[in-house]
Every structure is written in structure tokens, then in C-alpha cells.
């Protein structure tokens, strides 16, 4: 049985399949010549509330209705043009009230579907975590064989010379039991 066959054996079966999945998409990826993954279509009802969340989070949104705030209080204030909201602005606030009670909805489902969103790369990216775990560790266990192969290969080696050496060079203790037997 080769190396990668007794590591792969040891191995759990739930991390080998994770290990198969993971590859099968890196060799997906590669072959369709995208790092980026297929995206899915967007609903109507996700396209706007995405436009309306860019849209009110922007400082463009944001200055073009403190100006048109600022016109509505001056118009009704100063009385340069007929009053159609008086000072409290109840008209004003209305349209304020209308507005809020519209984008909020929008903004939660544009935020709710970047959390989805977020969520499965942070999966992915678990995943991906998990297989470089896995594939340090098929490392760590291929050094350690082979570590221990240079061990024995080493002691084998040594002792040869060991070997060697005493037939080449007997120690003197022996040198004088041969010559005076």
C-alpha cells in the first residue's frame, strides 16, 4: 500500500469527503476560468430593496433631502409663498413618517440578504479552514514517515561502517588474542 493510500485510510470519513468536495470545486473553479462563484439571479423585489438601501445610505441621498428639508421650513417660515404646512410642519412630518415607514422594510430585506450572503462565506470559508487543517496535517504525518525511513536508513548506515571498521581495524584487545592462540 502506497503513503498517500495508508494516510488517506486513517483518515475520518466525513473529512474525507469534505476533503473530495473541496477539491472537486477547486478543479471546478479552475476548468471554468473563474475564481468568482456563479451568481444567482436577483428577484425584482431584492434588485430594489438593494437600490433603495445604496440609495438612502448614500451622502447624495442625504444632502438633497436636508436641502429640500431646509426649503419646505424656509417656504412655510418666512411666508415668501402660501403656507401649507404651518409651524408645527404636520404635513412635513407626515411625509417624513411616510417615508421611514416605507424605506425601513427595504433596508432590513437589502441587509437581511447581504447577512445570507455573508453567512455562506463564512461557511466557505470554514470549509476551506477545515481542508488546509486536514492537508497540514496529511504533511505533518508524510515528514514524520519519512523522518523515521531517514532514522532507519541512517542507523542502518551506521552500523554498516560499524561493521566495516571493526573488520578493517580490529580493536587491540582482540588483535592479541588472535596472535597468541
Same mark, same amino acid.
Given at each position: 500500500? *502506497?503513503?498517500? +493510500?495508508?494516510?488517506?485510510?486513517?483518515?475520518?470519513?466525513?473529512?474525507?469527503?469534505? %476533503?473530495?468536495?473541496?477539491?472537486? %470545486?477547486?478543479?471546478?473553479?479552475?476548468?471554468?476560468? !473563474?475564481?468568482?462563484?456563479?451568481?444567482?439571479?436577483?428577484?425584482? !423585489?431584492?434588485?430594489?430593496?438593494?437600490?433603495?438601501?445604496? *440609495?438612502? !445610505?448614500?451622502?447624495?441621498?442625504?444632502?438633497?433631502?436636508?436641502?429640500?428639508?431646509?426649503?419646505?421650513?424656509?417656504?412655510?417660515?418666512?411666508?415668501?409663498?402660501?403656507?401649507?404646512?404651518?409651524?408645527?410642519?404636520?404635513?412635513?412630518?407626515? +411625509? %417624513?413618517?411616510?417615508? +421611514?415607514?416605507? +424605506?425601513?422594510?427595504?433596508?432590513?430585506?437589502?441587509?437581511?440578504?447581504?447577512?445570507?450572503?455573508?453567512?455562506?462565506?463564512?461557511?466557505?470559508?470554514?470549509?476551506?479552514?477545515?481542508?488546509?487543517?486536514?492537508?497540514?496535517?496529511?504533511?505533518?504525518?508524510?515528514?514524520?514517515?519519512?523522518?523515521?525511513?531517514?532514522?532507519?536508513?541512517?542507523?542502518?548506515?551506521?552500523?554498516? %561502517?560499524?561493521?566495516?571498521?571493526?573488520?578493517?581495524?580490529?580493536?587491540?584487545?582482540?588483535?592479541?588474542?588472535?596472535?597468541?592462540?
Amino acid at each position: 500500500m *502506497t503513503i498517500a +493510500a495508508t494516510l488517506k485510510a486513517e483518515l475520518h470519513s466525513s473529512e474525507q469527503r469534505l %476533503l473530495d468536495e473541496l477539491r472537486s %470545486l477547486r478543479r471546478g473553479k479552475r476548468t471554468a476560468g !473563474g475564481g468568482a462563484l456563479p451568481a444567482r439571479s436577483l428577484t425584482v !423585489g431584492q434588485k430594489i430593496a438593494d437600490w433603495v438601501a445604496a *440609495t438612502m !445610505g448614500s451622502w447624495n441621498f442625504i444632502i438633497i433631502q436636508s436641502v429640500l428639508l431646509m426649503v419646505w421650513i424656509v417656504l412655510n417660515v418666512t411666508a415668501f409663498i402660501q403656507r401649507w404646512d404651518p409651524y408645527p410642519f404636520i404635513l412635513l412630518n407626515l +411625509a %417624513l413618517s411616510f417615508q +421611514a415607514a416605507y +424605506a425601513a422594510p427595504f433596508i432590513m430585506m437589502a441587509q437581511n440578504r447581504q447577512q445570507d450572503i455573508d453567512r455562506k462565506e463564512a461557511e466557505h470559508d470554514y470549509q476551506v479552514n477545515i481542508k488546509a487543517e486536514l492537508e497540514i496535517e496529511l504533511l505533518h504525518q508524510k515528514l514524520d514517515e519519512l523522518r523515521e525511513r531517514e532514522v532507519l536508513y541512517l542507523t542502518n548506515a551506521i552500523n554498516e %561502517l560499524s561493521q566495516l571498521l571493526k573488520r578493517q581495524n580490529p580493536a587491540p584487545g582482540d588483535q592479541n588474542r588472535t596472535d597468541g592462540a
